[in-house]
């Protein structure tokens, strides 16, 4: 089992979506005061155990421990242990190697109903993490050699199931510090619905997942959620089930546990900067603020909750030098209680800025409060000047089409600017079908024309309703993230015919635009090629959304009024943001 490579969630997307290869690195480790410690022991040979849950079921786990160099017997005395909790079998023990090499056991399990444990395959949730709980019990108390201090290791999969098992421990554990990468913020939102359309995400990852002894694919809590959301039965919504499996809405238990979180995702990423919305929450969370609202400048942050984004894919770089080094640091400072200077930071988001090719330390996000708006102009304009005439241009909805668009490009930069966060696109149109399916891609012109996409979203028409108490806005009360309840309940009609409102939710970015380039964006009716996930409508909203044409309106646009469609941008300064000091990962 020894030779297994970790697969990662990326690679289990049905739409063929591959691995990311987990690229090694090179360079110093990241926050450049603490020199990770050279590899002092070595790996022993893997040691296969069972651990008995609470209502009987057996989880099949394998450990390894330091040894010492010259004899191979276990190193003497004891040492913390690192837990990661595995769904895709093969106990992917050989990704602890590092820490194992640096004083550290570590454990691989087999996640409930899959591999050789026991028991039923869910997706997530509470039972989930009571057998985390209890396997950080097992390890701490009862697995030979433990030291009684535990932290949680893994990534994607094998990092979301962190934040239940965090939240399952209680307070004062032996649960120490997890991190948590590669991971999203809210499933609904992120990875199994998109605008309130599903994905075939969940299914995907059904079909790559080997099943334990006592489970049935066919039968289990997990095929639930796979046959509902393709049917359009209560799970295809927003409603408590997903609520129930949103990492935003665990973290104030989470942090009321006392348990720190280092959590790292990819601009390139499954889902985008998915990670953010974790951060937020952690630092809101802490000091007693509304969860989900930004995290402004001057208002104080923690060491604890820290973010790593960088310009990767899924998984990429996270078994690389500079990923590790930061990990180990991390475990260090919350298990071994070494003076690394980690946790006193003052600006625990380290985000990468694309095309500035720089590490951005920072504590607030979104980092600034600029925004502007660029209004879709008759004959493919992008303007900061609000129209004054009535402009329409149309799409058509097809079940097969993905060249159906428009587009809309500015004049070059007279200056540059960073987009730093999440934009909103609103679009007034009406439709002749009896719902809307409408998506946008965000991209920057260079002056030679090459087209770099910096983000998309789409939004289902029925779907459009708003959550005023949810959304983000920049200076001047524009809106910068458009929030909807995607629930039955808050579904409204379309009107055919009738010109609408959509506020489509465009993903985060952090990006320098230089002096020159020009904002374009890219309305399509159906999701293009190179969206960030594939879409499976429902066989009712694809019979809602067939054979329907959109008359997108360009004006006129009066304060508070009126139906000109809109590019709302998060926009700074580049002066605002300097280069880290620290290296947090490879810039490619």
């Not at 002894?213 to 095929?223: K, N």
């Amino acid at each position: 089992m020894r030779g297994r490579i970790p697969i990662f969630l990326a690679t289990l997307v049905a739409a063929g979506l591959t691995p990311a290869a987990a690229v090694a690195s090179t360079g110093s480790q990241g926050t450049g005061s603490w020199p990770p410690e050279p590899a002092s022991y070595g790996v022993s040979k893997p040691v296969d155990v069972s651990v008995t849950m609470d209502d009987g079921v057996m989880i099949s786990a394998e450990v390894v421990y330091p040894t010492d160099p010259a004899t191979g017997a276990r190193a003497a005395g004891r040492f913390p242990v690192l837990l990661t909790q595995n769904p895709y079998g093969g106990y992917p023990t050989t990704s602890g190697d590092y820490f194992v090499e640096r004083g550290y056991i570590y454990v691989a399990s087999d996640v409930r109903g899959t591999g050789t444990s026991g028991g039923r395959v869910s997706w997530f949730g509470q039972r989930q993490g009571q057998d985390g709980a209890e396997l950080v019990n097992w390890a701490a108390h009862s697995l030979s050699g433990s030291d009684g201090k535990v932290g949680l290791d893994g990534c994607s999969y094998l990092g979301v199931d962190q934040w239940f098992t965090a939240d399952a421990v209680g307070r004062n554990s032996a649960l120490k510090a997890i991190a948590p990468f590669c991971t999203d913020s809210n499933f609904y939102d992120d990875l199994t619905a998109d605008g309130g359309i599903p994905t075939p995400f969940v299914a995907g990852i059904g079909k790559a997942e080997p099943r334990g002894p006592q489970d049935d694919p066919a039968t289990d809590p997990q095929s639930v959620t796979i046959a509902q959301e393709a049917d359009g039965g209560p799970r295809s919504y927003d409603n408590a089930y997903w609520q129930s499996l949103d990492v935003q809405r665990l973290i104030p238990q989470i942090v009321a546990n006392g348990i720190p979180a280092l959590t790292e995702a990819g601009w390139k990423d499954l889902f985008p900067g998915g990670n953010l919305g974790d951060y937020v929450a952690a630092q809101n969370a802490y000091f007693h603020r509304p969860l989900t609202a930004p995290v402004t400048a001057g208002e104080p942050v923690t060491g604890r909750y820290q973010a790593i984004v960088g310009p990767w894919t899924h998984g990429e770089n996270v078994n690389g030098a500079v990923l590790e080094s930061i990990r180990l640091e991390w475990f260090d400072t919350w298990l071994k209680g070494e003076h690394t200077g980690m946790a006193d930071t003052a600006t625990p988001l380290h985000i990468f800025e694309n095309t500035a090719s720089q590490w951005v330390d920072t504590a607030a996000w979104p980092p600034s409060s600029a925004a502007s708006a660029y209004y879709l102009g008759a004959g493919g304009t992008l303007g900061t000047v609000a129209p004054t005439s009535t402009g329409n241009s149309t799409l058509s909805w097809a079940a097969a089409s993905t060249t159906n668009s428009l587009t809309y490009t500015s004049a070059p930069l007279t200056t540059g600017a960073v987009l730093d966060g999440p934009s909103d696109l609103t679009v007034y149109a009406a439709s002749t079908a009896t719902d809307a399916e409408l998506t946008a891609t965000l991209n920057v012109l260079s002056p030679a024309g090459a087209v770099v996409k910096q983000a998309d979203g789409v939004l289902l028409g029925s779907q459009r309703k708003l959550d005023q108490a949810q959304n983000w806005y920049g200076a001047g009360n524009v809106l910068l993230q458009p929030a909807h309840p995607f629930t039955r309940e808050s579904q409204l009609p379309v009107l055919p015919g009738q010109t609408t409102r959509y506020d489509i939710s465009l993903l985060a970015n952090f990006t320098l635009i230089p002096a020159g380039d020009r904002i374009q964006v890219v309305l399509t009716s159906q999701p293009p090629a190179n969206f960030h996930l594939p879409l499976a409508p429902t066989p009712q909203e694809q019979a809602n959304l067939a054979g329907g044409t959109y008359t997108i309106s360009s004006g006129p646009y009066t304060v508070g009024a009126g139906t000109a469609s809109v590019l709302d941008l998060p926009l700074a300064s580049p002066a605002q943001f300097t280069a880290s000091s620290a290296d947090w990962g490879p810039s490619s």
